[in-house]
């Protein structure tokens, strides 16, 4: 694991559209994996704003969102799908690319299982962009999650729908459930770039980094991936016990390394 302390949410931004632009330099047809939520918008602002300067393209790759409300139909501003969709059209990807769990399945285990065989089909996902949740969170694998979960079911705590609640008219809107990947299903992405901004997040950025790896925090199963690249800004970054080797080794990296 990667530990990349940052000057500030800027520059988490700039580093992960780095690492995003590095792989479609790579492979123009890569498959990018997407959170929503406050944590990532900067990073796909800082995506549109390098295609509209002419330096990216990101037409030819495949998104694939890492979770969805259950219970919105198709087209629902709530949803994760069309926030996704909106924020990314910017970045040139087109929206018949955007791809996520269908929270109005009749049968969600079908679908659950339909959408891990449609990572699979598209070879998997090259990189995926994750957020941490207050309370530890990976996507919305809650604490007591299976480490080798895959995408199902879970129900939301009420802290994670009044964290949400801002997406919607009313906090009564927000969903119960939602169809997410699970914490296996993620750590067969071949790298992961976690995004951490703010205070809120300091605790539980620690117990995942530094952490034992435990449910408690579903996060710190990351600790077993083989390329995780961990961004994080001031205040996110605050309780690491031990920060100073982190920018010790961030100083000395070379530059052909790459994240």
Request: include cysteine; charge should be neutral; proline fraction near 6%.
């Amino acid at each position: 694991m990667e530990v990349v302390p940052c000057a500030d949410e800027e520059e988490v931004a700039v580093l992960a559209a780095d690492a995003v632009a590095a792989l479609v330099r790579r492979r123009p047809g890569a498959v990018l994996g997407v959170a929503t939520g406050s944590s990532p918008a900067r990073l796909y602002r800082e995506l549109g704003r390098r295609h509209r300067a002419g330096d990216l393209s990101l037409a030819g790759v495949t998104v694939f969102l890492l979770d969805e409300y259950v219970g919105l139909q198709a087209g629902h501003p709530g949803s994760y799908r069309e926030e996704i969709r909106g924020a990314l059209a910017p970045a040139g990807v087109p929206g018949d690319r955007v791809h996520a769990p269908d929270g109005a399945a009749i049968d969600l285990a079908g679908e659950a299982a339909r959408y891990e065989a449609a990572i699979a089909a598209a070879g998997g996902v090259d990189l995926q962009v994750v957020g941490i949740g207050a309370n530890g969170h990976l996507a919305f694998n809650e604490p007591s999650s299976s480490l080798a979960s895959r995408t199902r079911v879970k129900t939301l705590t009420a802290r994670t729908r009044a964290d949400n609640a801002r997406f919607f008219d009313s906090p009564d809107e927000v969903p119960t459930h939602v169809l997410t990947q699970g914490l296996g299903t993620i750590r067969d992405a071949r790298h992961v770039v976690l995004l951490a901004l703010g205070e809120r997040k300091a605790a539980a950025l620690a117990s995942a980094v530094e952490g034992p790896v435990t449910a408690r925090c579903p996060a710190s199963v990351l600790q077993l991936h083989p390329h995780v690249t961990v961004l994080a800004d001031p205040l996110a970054a605050a309780r690491l016990q031990d920060l100073d080797h982190y920018r010790h080794v961030w100083r000395l990296k070379p530059s052909w390394q790459g994240l």
